[in-house]
């Protein structure tokens, strides 16, 4: 069960070629895509695309880039979604003070009142987190039951400390394959029930592929490179974090 975890399958990307996509990642061994619905629009084209393609199923949620559209209705739709059965996370949702798109006092209110609707729905949360490691923990904090996705994670020791003590899963992405990655001390840390693979496709395509647009069959150099690291078979890394994925996201990523 080698499963893309996280992919912006409804990205304008794709509009011209998505079911040529599809076909390339079954021919490469890819059961299941989970397609990224970050904002309004894209977890309605994601709902789309899962009611055509039937391996494939849809997260929603606002991404931190996005916070500042939060309104009165939000949390309604939000609500809404996550009681859809297609929909099998919350996210991505987070912080991202790279960009600073969204005030970060925004971000931080708008990624809390989504991690208490996805608890509530009882729903996973894809997390997305770039130079805000110490908020990103604190937020988590308030929030102990919810099942949390640390997705292409590349953060640093206090968020790394905090998923390995709250039982949080890791996602890694086709960054693993880039010479300037260094961080493969981090991929031996990472306990083998926890981990789980994804491309962030059209985005970061791994090694030999990098420089071009990624898409989900590439997802298997990830888990080679993976697996190489940690010093264990391909197939059983990829047994591994498919039964990973299943755990978190439920019976309908085996479809």
Known sequence: MLIDTHCHLGAEAFAADVAGVLDRAWAAGVAHVVVIGESPEAAARALLLVDTYPRLSATAGLHPHEASRWATDSERWLSELLRDPRVVAAGEMGLDYHYDHSPRQVQREVFDRQLG?????????????????????????????????????????????????RGHYLSFSGMVTFKNWGRDDLLRAIPADRLLVETDAPYLAPVPHRGKRNEPAFVRQTAEQLARVRGVPAEQLIQETGANARRVFGARVSA
């Open 117 to 165: 609707l996805a608890t509530a729905a009882g729903k996973p949360v894809v997390i997305h987190a770039r130079e805000a490691d110490d908020d990103v923990a604190a937020v988590l904090s308030n929030h102990a039951a919810a099942t949390v996705v640390l997705h292409s994670f590349s953060s640093g020791p206090t968020l790394l400390r905090t998923a390995l003590e």
